[in-house]
């Protein structure tokens, strides 16, 4: 669709997910387990094609930080997995378990086969924290940096599983 290989349409997920400290090129190539040089390249047709915008740092210019355009934000609302998460969706209750029952172990062996890394929400992270109480604020403990609602929602590189 759009003419978008398999491995751009998953970059074009994986910055739709990702929070601001994992938009950059080295957060896709570690998300999807390849060469920077690979995820560079894709970076590269995706940006012209008009869905990816590359923004340097302004506080350090050698990062550059990765945002989907307008146009990609469109093209994702029909992308072709969400077929597959609608007939998931139809799924009754016993197939729905039957499914999912194996799947987080699946996963958890394909990751060691590949010397992968689990990526998960901030707010399932050790470094997650809420601040105060009532109207609670969130930082990430480990890049002393304040967490929106919507960051604590989104996937990070950084990620490492509560305890």
């Known amino acids: 669709m759009k003419g978008l290989k398999p491995n751009h349409w998953e970059v074009l997920r994986f910055l739709a997910r990702a929070n601001r400290f994992s938009r950059s090129p080295s957060g896709v190539a570690i998300y999807l387990g390849t060469t920077k040089g690979t995820v560079s390249q894709g970076l590269n047709a995706l940006e012209h094609k008009g869905f990816v915008r590359k923004e340097t740092d302004p506080a350090d210019r050698r990062n550059v930080h990765l945002a989907l355009t307008d146009l990609a934000v469109n093209l994702l609302q029909s992308d072709p997995i969400n077929a597959i998460l609608g007939s998931v969706s139809d799924l009754n209750t016993e ?6 029952g ?18 998960g ?4 992270c050790r470094y997650f924290r809420i601040e105060g109480s009532v109207g609670a604020s969130y930082r990430c403990a480990l890049l002393d940096e304040h967490l929106s609602i919507n960051d604590s929602e989104q996937i990070c590189v950084e990620h490492e599983v509560a305890a």
């Open 121 to 124: 929400q901030c707010k399932t």
């Open 95 to 100: 197939s729905l378990h039957a499914l999912t």
């Open 102 to 119: 194996g799947l987080p172990s699946i996963l958890i062996n394909m990751l060691d086969r590949r010397g992968g890394r689990a990526f």
